[in-house]
Protein backbone atom coordinates (compact mmCIF):
# COMPACT_ATOMS: atom_id res chain seq x y z
CA UNK A 1 0.00 0.00 0.00
CA UNK A 2 1.43 3.70 -0.75
CA UNK A 3 0.17 6.70 -0.34
CA UNK A 4 -0.63 8.98 -3.57
CA UNK A 5 0.79 12.87 -2.69
CA UNK A 6 0.35 16.33 -3.43
CA UNK A 7 3.50 16.69 -5.55
CA UNK A 8 5.18 19.16 -5.72
CA UNK A 9 5.32 20.85 -9.28
CA UNK A 10 7.39 24.04 -8.93
CA UNK A 11 9.81 25.16 -6.36
CA UNK A 12 7.46 27.74 -4.96
CA UNK A 13 4.09 25.95 -4.33
CA UNK A 14 2.77 25.12 -1.52
CA UNK A 15 -0.52 23.79 -2.28
CA UNK A 16 -2.67 22.93 -5.01
CA UNK A 17 -6.71 22.59 -5.25
CA UNK A 18 -7.91 18.84 -6.19
CA UNK A 19 -10.38 19.99 -9.62
CA UNK A 20 -11.10 16.42 -10.61
CA UNK A 21 -10.56 12.18 -9.47
CA UNK A 22 -10.07 10.44 -13.13
CA UNK A 23 -9.76 7.48 -11.11
CA UNK A 24 -12.40 5.71 -7.91
CA UNK A 25 -11.98 3.29 -5.48
CA UNK A 26 -11.42 -0.40 -7.44
CA UNK A 27 -9.82 1.04 -10.29
CA UNK A 28 -6.80 -0.14 -11.57
CA UNK A 29 -4.07 2.41 -11.94
CA UNK A 30 -1.01 1.93 -14.74
CA UNK A 31 2.41 3.18 -13.93
CA UNK A 32 2.43 6.68 -15.67
CA UNK A 33 -1.39 7.40 -15.72
CA UNK A 34 -3.27 10.90 -15.58
CA UNK A 35 -5.40 10.04 -11.90
CA UNK A 36 -6.32 13.42 -11.17
CA UNK A 37 -6.49 17.19 -12.24
CA UNK A 38 -4.78 19.52 -10.18
CA UNK A 39 -5.28 23.65 -10.44
CA UNK A 40 -2.02 25.22 -9.73
CA UNK A 41 -0.63 28.43 -10.25
CA UNK A 42 0.75 27.15 -13.30
CA UNK A 43 -2.82 26.22 -14.69
CA UNK A 44 -4.57 23.11 -14.67
CA UNK A 45 -2.17 19.88 -14.34
CA UNK A 46 -2.83 16.22 -15.17
CA UNK A 47 -1.68 14.65 -12.31
CA UNK A 48 0.23 11.49 -12.93
CA UNK A 49 0.38 8.53 -10.56
CA UNK A 50 4.10 6.41 -10.51
CA UNK A 51 2.87 3.38 -9.56
CA UNK A 52 1.29 0.34 -10.77
CA UNK A 53 -1.93 -1.43 -8.47
CA UNK A 54 -5.35 -0.41 -7.37
CA UNK A 55 -7.05 2.26 -6.23
CA UNK A 56 -8.08 1.51 -2.61
CA UNK A 57 -9.60 4.60 -1.38
CA UNK A 58 -9.99 8.40 -2.31
CA UNK A 59 -8.50 10.31 0.59
CA UNK A 60 -9.00 14.19 -0.74
CA UNK A 61 -12.09 15.31 -2.29
CA UNK A 62 -12.79 17.38 -5.27
CA UNK A 63 -12.13 21.10 -4.79
CA UNK A 64 -10.52 20.45 -1.69
CA UNK A 65 -7.17 22.48 -1.50
CA UNK A 66 -4.32 19.97 -0.58
CA UNK A 67 -0.90 20.93 0.98
CA UNK A 68 2.64 19.43 -1.17
CA UNK A 69 2.63 16.53 0.31
CA UNK A 70 -0.40 15.17 1.73
CA UNK A 71 -1.90 12.00 0.88
CA UNK A 72 -4.44 12.57 -2.01
CA UNK A 73 -5.08 8.93 -2.36
CA UNK A 74 -3.79 4.96 -0.96
CA UNK A 75 -3.45 3.02 -3.82
CA UNK A 76 -2.44 -0.75 -3.46
CA UNK A 77 0.73 -1.32 -5.56
CA UNK A 78 1.57 -4.06 -7.28
CA UNK A 79 4.68 -3.29 -8.50
CA UNK A 80 6.99 -2.64 -5.16
CA UNK A 81 10.24 -2.13 -7.50
CA UNK A 82 8.78 0.04 -9.95
CA UNK A 83 11.65 2.33 -11.58
CA UNK A 84 10.21 5.33 -10.92
CA UNK A 85 10.59 4.32 -6.90
CA UNK A 86 14.23 4.98 -6.82
CA UNK A 87 13.79 8.10 -4.54
CA UNK A 88 16.28 10.04 -4.36
CA UNK A 89 15.01 12.25 -1.46
CA UNK A 90 15.92 10.94 1.95
CA UNK A 91 13.58 13.26 3.63
CA UNK A 92 10.98 11.68 1.61
CA UNK A 93 12.50 8.10 2.18
CA UNK A 94 9.55 6.83 4.82
CA UNK A 95 10.93 3.28 4.37
CA UNK A 96 13.04 0.69 2.65
CA UNK A 97 11.51 1.92 -1.08
CA UNK A 98 14.86 0.26 -2.48
CA UNK A 99 14.36 -3.06 -0.47
CA UNK A 100 13.64 -6.03 -2.19
CA UNK A 101 10.02 -6.42 -0.88
CA UNK A 102 9.00 -4.43 2.00
CA UNK A 103 5.86 -4.61 1.99
CA UNK A 104 5.38 -1.83 -0.62
CA UNK A 105 5.17 1.00 1.94
CA UNK A 106 7.34 2.65 -1.06
CA UNK A 107 7.56 6.37 -0.58
CA UNK A 108 8.54 7.14 -4.00
CA UNK A 109 5.47 9.23 -4.13
CA UNK A 110 6.11 11.74 -1.83
CA UNK A 111 7.41 14.94 -2.76
CA UNK A 112 7.91 17.57 0.29
CA UNK A 113 7.66 20.88 -0.18
CA UNK A 114 11.26 22.09 -0.17
CA UNK A 115 12.36 19.00 -2.24
CA UNK A 116 10.10 18.63 -5.41
CA UNK A 117 11.66 14.85 -6.92
CA UNK A 118 11.78 15.07 -10.41
CA UNK A 119 9.57 12.15 -10.73
CA UNK A 120 9.92 11.38 -14.68
CA UNK A 121 12.11 8.08 -15.10
CA UNK A 122 13.85 7.21 -18.23
CA UNK A 123 11.76 5.57 -20.46
CA UNK A 124 13.38 2.61 -21.45
CA UNK A 125 14.04 2.55 -25.10
CA UNK A 126 12.29 5.65 -27.95
CA UNK A 127 8.76 4.66 -27.42
CA UNK A 128 6.83 7.64 -25.75
CA UNK A 129 7.62 8.23 -22.04
CA UNK A 130 5.26 6.58 -19.72
CA UNK A 131 2.94 9.81 -19.72
CA UNK A 132 1.21 9.18 -22.29
CA UNK A 133 1.01 5.62 -21.30
CA UNK A 134 -2.45 5.99 -20.40
CA UNK A 135 -4.97 3.08 -21.43
CA UNK A 136 -7.96 4.15 -23.54
CA UNK A 137 -11.15 4.26 -22.18
CA UNK A 138 -12.79 0.91 -21.75
CA UNK A 139 -16.29 0.04 -21.79
CA UNK A 140 -17.76 0.98 -18.09
CA UNK A 141 -14.92 3.17 -17.16
CA UNK A 142 -15.53 6.74 -16.49
CA UNK A 143 -15.70 9.00 -19.00
CA UNK A 144 -11.93 10.54 -19.65
CA UNK A 145 -13.33 14.62 -20.21
CA UNK A 146 -11.64 17.87 -19.08
CA UNK A 147 -13.22 19.62 -16.40
CA UNK A 148 -12.94 22.58 -18.84
CA UNK A 149 -14.72 20.80 -21.42
CA UNK A 150 -17.47 19.50 -18.33
CA UNK A 151 -18.13 22.35 -17.55
CA UNK A 152 -18.79 23.51 -20.83
CA UNK A 153 -20.61 20.37 -22.28
CA UNK A 154 -22.81 21.09 -18.88
CA UNK A 155 -23.18 25.09 -20.20
CA UNK A 156 -24.64 23.44 -23.37
CA UNK A 157 -26.86 20.58 -21.87
CA UNK A 158 -24.65 18.64 -24.11
CA UNK A 159 -23.91 14.90 -23.06
CA UNK A 160 -20.14 14.16 -23.75
CA UNK A 161 -20.72 10.70 -23.71
CA UNK A 162 -21.73 10.57 -27.40
CA UNK A 163 -18.63 12.87 -28.25
CA UNK A 164 -15.44 11.49 -30.00
CA UNK A 165 -12.48 12.92 -27.22
CA UNK A 166 -9.16 13.90 -29.43
CA UNK A 167 -7.81 14.40 -26.13
CA UNK A 168 -4.47 12.30 -24.66
CA UNK A 169 -6.00 8.68 -24.46
CA UNK A 170 -9.39 9.48 -26.15
CA UNK A 171 -10.26 12.27 -23.74
CA UNK A 172 -12.82 14.73 -24.40
CA UNK A 173 -11.19 17.90 -24.40
CA UNK A 174 -12.87 21.75 -24.55
CA UNK A 175 -12.10 21.65 -28.49
CA UNK A 176 -14.28 18.30 -28.96
CA UNK A 177 -17.37 19.90 -27.02
CA UNK A 178 -16.99 23.41 -29.28
CA UNK A 179 -16.69 21.35 -32.20
CA UNK A 180 -19.79 18.70 -30.93
CA UNK A 181 -22.20 22.08 -30.96
CA UNK A 182 -21.17 23.25 -34.44
CA UNK A 183 -22.35 22.20 -37.98
CA UNK A 184 -19.15 20.53 -39.53
CA UNK A 185 -19.17 23.24 -42.48
CA UNK A 186 -18.26 26.18 -39.50
CA UNK A 187 -16.00 23.79 -38.38
CA UNK A 188 -12.91 24.98 -40.29
CA UNK A 189 -13.92 28.54 -39.72
CA UNK A 190 -14.35 28.58 -36.02
CA UNK A 191 -11.02 29.31 -34.48
CA UNK A 192 -9.11 26.53 -32.41
CA UNK A 193 -9.75 26.55 -28.56
CA UNK A 194 -6.63 28.03 -26.71
CA UNK A 195 -8.78 28.30 -23.26
CA UNK A 196 -8.47 31.78 -22.62
CA UNK A 197 -7.59 32.11 -18.51
CA UNK A 198 -9.31 34.43 -16.64
CA UNK A 199 -7.40 37.21 -14.98
CA UNK A 200 -7.30 35.16 -11.71
CA UNK A 201 -5.40 32.87 -13.54
CA UNK A 202 -3.12 35.40 -15.09
CA UNK A 203 -2.54 36.80 -11.62
CA UNK A 204 -1.54 33.82 -9.85
CA UNK A 205 0.99 32.20 -12.54
CA UNK A 206 2.57 35.83 -12.43
CA UNK A 207 3.27 35.72 -8.93
CA UNK A 208 4.75 32.00 -9.42
CA UNK A 209 7.27 33.86 -12.17
CA UNK A 210 8.13 36.54 -9.77
CA UNK A 211 8.67 34.04 -6.91
CA UNK A 212 11.02 31.95 -9.15
CA UNK A 213 12.34 34.45 -10.71
CA UNK A 214 13.37 36.78 -7.53
CA UNK A 215 14.61 33.57 -5.41
CA UNK A 216 16.79 32.96 -8.94
CA UNK A 217 18.43 36.60 -8.81
CA UNK A 218 18.32 36.27 -4.94
CA UNK A 219 20.08 32.76 -4.56
CA UNK A 220 22.09 31.60 -7.94
CA UNK A 221 25.51 33.72 -8.63
CA UNK A 222 24.68 33.23 -13.03
CA UNK A 223 27.67 33.38 -15.15
CA UNK A 224 26.89 34.51 -19.00
CA UNK A 225 28.38 32.92 -21.94
CA UNK A 226 27.59 33.53 -25.82
CA UNK A 227 28.01 32.57 -29.34
CA UNK A 228 27.45 33.95 -32.92
CA UNK A 229 27.27 30.88 -34.75
CA UNK A 230 26.36 30.34 -38.83
CA UNK A 231 23.12 27.96 -39.39
CA UNK A 232 23.25 28.10 -42.85
CA UNK A 233 24.53 24.05 -42.94
CA UNK A 234 21.86 23.92 -40.77
CA UNK A 235 18.92 25.96 -42.42
CA UNK A 236 19.92 23.57 -45.40
CA UNK A 237 19.49 20.28 -43.76
CA UNK A 238 16.05 21.62 -42.24
CA UNK A 239 15.13 22.56 -45.84
CA UNK A 240 16.41 19.22 -47.48
CA UNK A 241 14.56 17.38 -44.85
CA UNK A 242 11.25 19.34 -45.51
CA UNK A 243 11.56 19.54 -48.92
CA UNK A 244 9.46 17.11 -50.41
CA UNK A 245 7.30 17.21 -47.14
CA UNK A 246 3.55 18.37 -46.86
CA UNK A 247 3.58 21.49 -44.50
CA UNK A 248 1.78 19.29 -41.60
CA UNK A 249 4.95 16.78 -41.46
CA UNK A 250 7.94 19.84 -41.17
CA UNK A 251 10.20 20.21 -39.00
CA UNK A 252 10.96 23.49 -37.15
CA UNK A 253 14.01 24.86 -36.35
CA UNK A 254 13.35 24.63 -32.70
CA UNK A 255 13.60 20.66 -32.89
CA UNK A 256 17.39 21.22 -34.51
CA UNK A 257 18.20 23.43 -31.25
CA UNK A 258 16.78 21.40 -28.33
CA UNK A 259 18.60 18.03 -29.89
CA UNK A 260 21.81 20.21 -29.85
CA UNK A 261 21.55 21.30 -26.37
CA UNK A 262 20.18 17.20 -25.79
CA UNK A 263 23.26 16.46 -27.25
CA UNK A 264 25.84 18.86 -25.58
CA UNK A 265 24.17 17.92 -22.21
CA UNK A 266 25.28 14.52 -22.50
CA UNK A 267 28.80 15.57 -23.07
CA UNK A 268 28.38 18.47 -20.19
CA UNK A 269 25.99 16.27 -17.44
CA UNK A 270 27.00 19.29 -14.94
CA UNK A 271 24.31 21.76 -16.28
CA UNK A 272 21.55 18.96 -16.25
CA UNK A 273 20.52 19.03 -12.93
CA UNK A 274 19.00 20.61 -9.63
CA UNK A 275 21.01 22.88 -6.93
CA UNK A 276 19.45 21.47 -3.76
CA UNK A 277 20.34 21.50 -0.23
CA UNK A 278 23.78 23.15 -0.86
CA UNK A 279 24.53 20.23 -3.69
CA UNK A 280 24.54 19.38 -7.20
CA UNK A 281 22.26 16.68 -8.14
CA UNK A 282 22.11 15.38 -11.52
CA UNK A 283 18.78 14.63 -13.53
CA UNK A 284 17.83 11.35 -15.01
CA UNK A 285 18.01 11.43 -18.46
CA UNK A 286 17.66 14.40 -21.02
CA UNK A 287 14.82 16.11 -20.92
CA UNK A 288 15.16 20.07 -20.98
CA UNK A 289 12.45 22.33 -20.36
CA UNK A 290 10.78 23.76 -23.43
CA UNK A 291 9.92 27.65 -22.35
CA UNK A 292 6.75 28.39 -23.96
CA UNK A 293 4.97 32.06 -23.63
CA UNK A 294 1.18 31.94 -23.57
CA UNK A 295 -0.82 34.34 -25.37
CA UNK A 296 -2.42 36.80 -23.22
CA UNK A 297 0.75 36.53 -20.70
CA UNK A 298 2.86 34.26 -18.92
CA UNK A 299 5.06 31.24 -19.21
CA UNK A 300 5.17 27.62 -18.92
CA UNK A 301 8.54 25.69 -19.56
CA UNK A 302 7.70 21.89 -19.34
CA UNK A 303 10.14 18.82 -19.94
CA UNK A 304 10.25 17.87 -23.49
CA UNK A 305 10.72 13.95 -22.32
CA UNK A 306 14.07 12.28 -23.40
CA UNK A 307 14.93 14.87 -26.14
CA UNK A 308 18.71 12.83 -26.79
CA UNK A 309 16.79 9.32 -27.93
CA UNK A 310 14.50 10.77 -30.02
CA UNK A 311 14.58 10.47 -33.88
CA UNK A 312 13.31 14.26 -35.70
CA UNK A 313 9.75 13.35 -36.54
CA UNK A 314 9.21 12.06 -33.28
CA UNK A 315 10.94 14.70 -31.79
CA UNK A 316 8.70 17.16 -33.70
CA UNK A 317 5.73 15.27 -32.56
CA UNK A 318 6.61 14.92 -29.24
CA UNK A 319 7.44 19.05 -29.52
CA UNK A 320 4.13 19.97 -31.34
CA UNK A 321 1.88 17.73 -28.57
CA UNK A 322 4.29 19.80 -25.99
CA UNK A 323 3.41 23.27 -26.99
CA UNK A 324 -0.49 22.46 -27.87
CA UNK A 325 -0.99 20.62 -24.43
CA UNK A 326 0.90 24.03 -23.27
CA UNK A 327 -1.68 26.08 -24.49
CA UNK A 328 -4.47 24.24 -23.57
CA UNK A 329 -3.59 24.57 -20.15
CA UNK A 330 -3.03 20.26 -20.08
CA UNK A 331 0.39 19.91 -19.14
CA UNK A 332 1.07 16.63 -17.18
CA UNK A 333 3.22 16.72 -13.56
CA UNK A 334 6.03 15.06 -14.60
CA UNK A 335 6.38 18.11 -17.38
CA UNK A 336 6.85 19.67 -14.06
CA UNK A 337 9.28 18.76 -12.03
CA UNK A 338 11.45 16.55 -15.08
CA UNK A 339 13.46 19.50 -16.70
CA UNK A 340 17.16 20.14 -14.87
CA UNK A 341 17.71 22.80 -17.51
CA UNK A 342 15.21 25.28 -19.72
CA UNK A 343 15.78 26.30 -23.08
CA UNK A 344 14.35 29.47 -23.87
CA UNK A 345 13.83 31.15 -27.57
CA UNK A 346 12.94 34.19 -28.23
CA UNK A 347 13.88 34.74 -31.69
CA UNK A 348 10.51 34.46 -33.30
CA UNK A 349 10.29 37.76 -31.54
CA UNK A 350 12.51 39.13 -32.83
CA UNK A 351 15.39 39.68 -30.52
CA UNK A 352 18.65 38.99 -31.36
CA UNK A 353 20.00 37.28 -27.92
CA UNK A 354 18.97 36.16 -24.66
CA UNK A 355 20.71 36.54 -21.27
CA UNK A 356 18.44 34.44 -19.45
CA UNK A 357 17.19 33.45 -16.08
CA UNK A 358 17.62 30.30 -14.44
CA UNK A 359 14.58 28.89 -13.27
CA UNK A 360 15.52 27.04 -9.88
CA UNK A 361 16.60 24.66 -8.73
CA UNK A 362 17.93 24.17 -12.23
CA UNK A 363 21.25 25.20 -12.32
CA UNK A 364 21.53 26.59 -16.42
CA UNK A 365 19.36 28.07 -19.29
CA UNK A 366 20.02 28.08 -22.89
CA UNK A 367 19.07 31.09 -24.97
CA UNK A 368 18.24 31.82 -28.63
CA UNK A 369 17.75 35.06 -30.46
CA UNK A 370 17.02 35.28 -33.95
CA UNK A 371 18.02 33.70 -37.44
CA UNK A 372 18.91 36.38 -39.52
CA UNK A 373 21.42 37.14 -42.42
CA UNK A 374 24.65 38.70 -40.78
CA UNK A 375 28.19 39.26 -42.58
CA UNK A 376 30.23 36.43 -41.83
CA UNK A 377 33.42 35.48 -42.78
CA UNK A 378 34.29 32.25 -44.46
CA UNK A 379 37.18 31.47 -46.16
CA UNK A 380 38.82 34.83 -45.94
CA UNK A 381 35.52 36.33 -47.80
CA UNK A 382 32.81 38.58 -46.36
CA UNK A 383 29.40 36.46 -47.07
CA UNK A 384 26.05 37.28 -46.22
CA UNK A 385 24.90 34.05 -43.85
CA UNK A 386 22.22 33.45 -41.72
CA UNK A 387 23.20 33.61 -37.95
CA UNK A 388 22.20 33.19 -34.59
CA UNK A 389 23.30 33.94 -31.37
CA UNK A 390 23.57 31.32 -28.67
CA UNK A 391 23.46 32.37 -25.10
CA UNK A 392 24.32 30.15 -21.59
CA UNK A 393 23.20 31.60 -18.21
CA UNK A 394 24.75 28.70 -15.49
CA UNK A 395 25.11 28.58 -11.73
CA UNK A 396 28.35 29.09 -10.59
CA UNK A 397 28.22 27.58 -7.41
CA UNK A 398 27.55 24.34 -9.65
CA UNK A 399 29.89 24.95 -12.70
CA UNK A 400 32.67 27.34 -13.66
CA UNK A 401 33.35 29.49 -17.09
CA UNK A 402 35.41 26.55 -18.45
CA UNK A 403 32.93 23.82 -18.47
CA UNK A 404 30.15 26.26 -19.40
CA UNK A 405 32.29 27.18 -22.30
CA UNK A 406 32.64 23.42 -23.09
CA UNK A 407 29.14 22.83 -23.21
CA UNK A 408 28.54 26.13 -25.58
CA UNK A 409 31.49 25.16 -27.90
CA UNK A 410 29.93 21.60 -27.98
CA UNK A 411 26.32 23.24 -28.74
CA UNK A 412 27.55 25.76 -31.51
CA UNK A 413 29.60 22.33 -33.29
CA UNK A 414 26.34 20.65 -33.47
CA UNK A 415 24.30 23.40 -34.89
CA UNK A 416 26.95 24.25 -37.39
CA UNK A 417 26.89 20.63 -38.43
CA UNK A 418 24.06 19.07 -38.32
CA UNK A 419 25.04 16.31 -39.79
CA UNK A 420 26.04 15.32 -36.00
CA UNK A 421 23.00 15.95 -34.86
CA UNK A 422 21.30 12.64 -35.74
CA UNK A 423 24.36 10.45 -37.23
CA UNK A 424 23.39 7.03 -38.83
CA UNK B 1 -10.64 26.61 -56.91
CA UNK B 2 -12.98 28.93 -58.04
CA UNK B 3 -11.49 32.07 -58.33
CA UNK B 4 -10.87 34.11 -54.97
CA UNK B 5 -11.09 37.85 -54.96
CA UNK B 6 -8.51 39.49 -52.97
CA UNK B 7 -10.46 40.55 -50.31
CA UNK B 8 -11.80 36.87 -49.71
CA UNK B 9 -8.42 35.76 -49.43
CA UNK B 10 -7.33 38.60 -47.28
CA UNK B 11 -9.91 37.24 -44.96
CA UNK B 12 -9.03 33.61 -44.99
CA UNK B 13 -5.67 34.63 -44.23
CA UNK B 14 -6.72 36.42 -41.13
CA UNK B 15 -9.21 33.69 -40.39
CA UNK B 16 -6.12 31.39 -40.47
CA UNK B 17 -3.63 34.09 -38.25
CA UNK B 18 -6.69 34.15 -35.41
CA UNK B 19 -7.35 30.75 -35.27
CA UNK B 20 -3.86 30.44 -34.27
CA UNK B 21 -3.66 33.70 -32.30
CA UNK B 22 -7.17 34.81 -31.14
CA UNK B 23 -6.46 38.11 -29.62
CA UNK B 24 -4.17 39.10 -32.66
CA UNK B 25 -4.78 42.66 -34.01
CA UNK B 26 -4.69 42.30 -38.04
CA UNK B 27 -5.91 45.55 -38.66
CA UNK B 28 -3.38 47.51 -36.99
CA UNK B 29 -0.69 45.95 -38.69
CA UNK B 30 1.41 48.12 -39.74
CA UNK B 31 1.96 47.96 -43.82
CA UNK B 32 5.25 46.16 -45.15
CA UNK B 33 6.08 45.10 -41.63
CA UNK B 34 6.42 41.77 -40.73
CA UNK B 35 3.34 40.15 -39.66
CA UNK B 36 4.92 37.23 -37.50
CA UNK B 37 7.20 39.70 -35.16
CA UNK B 38 4.31 41.95 -34.65
CA UNK B 39 1.97 39.04 -33.76
CA UNK B 40 4.06 37.03 -31.73
CA UNK B 41 4.15 34.21 -34.52
CA UNK B 42 6.56 31.31 -33.74
CA UNK B 43 7.41 29.09 -35.84
CA UNK B 44 5.02 25.92 -34.80
CA UNK B 45 2.32 28.79 -34.91
CA UNK B 46 3.42 29.67 -38.63
CA UNK B 47 3.56 25.33 -39.21
CA UNK B 48 -0.26 25.85 -37.77
CA UNK B 49 -1.39 28.62 -40.10
CA UNK B 50 0.28 27.21 -43.36
CA UNK B 51 -1.34 23.79 -42.31
CA UNK B 52 -4.79 25.85 -42.10
CA UNK B 53 -3.87 27.63 -45.46
CA UNK B 54 -3.51 24.19 -47.08
CA UNK B 55 -6.53 22.86 -46.46
CA UNK B 56 -8.70 25.52 -47.04
CA UNK B 57 -7.22 27.30 -50.45
CA UNK B 58 -4.69 24.27 -51.05
CA UNK B 59 -1.83 25.61 -51.60
CA UNK B 60 1.35 24.01 -50.10
CA UNK B 61 4.11 26.42 -49.72
CA UNK B 62 7.41 25.12 -49.89
CA UNK B 63 9.80 25.95 -47.45
CA UNK B 64 11.62 27.38 -49.74
CA UNK B 65 8.66 30.01 -50.75
CA UNK B 66 8.80 31.32 -46.84
CA UNK B 67 10.95 34.36 -47.83
CA UNK B 68 8.07 35.74 -49.75
CA UNK B 69 5.35 35.46 -46.84
CA UNK B 70 7.17 38.37 -44.77
CA UNK B 71 4.50 40.87 -45.04
CA UNK B 72 1.20 39.80 -45.08
CA UNK B 73 0.76 41.66 -48.47
CA UNK B 74 3.53 39.57 -49.64
CA UNK B 75 1.37 36.08 -48.15
CA UNK B 76 -1.70 37.61 -49.96
CA UNK B 77 0.26 38.07 -53.39
CA UNK B 78 1.70 34.87 -52.69
CA UNK B 79 -0.94 32.70 -52.57
CA UNK B 80 -3.24 34.97 -55.10
CA UNK B 81 0.07 34.18 -57.47
CA UNK B 82 -0.45 30.56 -56.89
CA UNK B 83 -3.65 30.40 -57.34
CA UNK B 84 -4.17 31.93 -60.40
CA UNK B 85 -1.37 30.11 -61.74
Known amino acids: ?424 | MAHLSRDTLRETVVDCILAVAPEADVDSLPPGRPWREALEIDSFDFLNILVDLEKRLGVSVPESDYHELATLDGLIDYLERRLTA
Open chain 1, 1 to 424: MSEFRMPSLGADMESGTLVEWNIQPGDRVERGQIVCVVETQKGAIDVEVWETGTVERLVAEEGQKVPVGEVLAVILGEDKKAEGEKAEDKKAQGETAEGEKAQGEAAGQEAPAEHPTPEAPRAPDLSPPPTTAAPDVAAGERLRISPAARKRAAELDLDPAGVRGSGVGGSITLEDIERATRPAAEEQAAPSSRVVSTSDTHAAMRQAIAAAMARSKREIPHYYLGNTLCVEPAMAWLEAHNAERPVAERLIFPVLQLRAVALALEAVPELNGWYRDDAFQPAEGVHPGVAIALRGGGLVAPALHDADRLAPDAMMAALRDLLTRARQDRLRSSELTAAGLTVTNLGDLGVESVQGVIYPPQVALVGFGRIAERPWVRDGQVVAARCLHASLAADHRVTDGALGARFLTRLTDLLTEPERLWPT
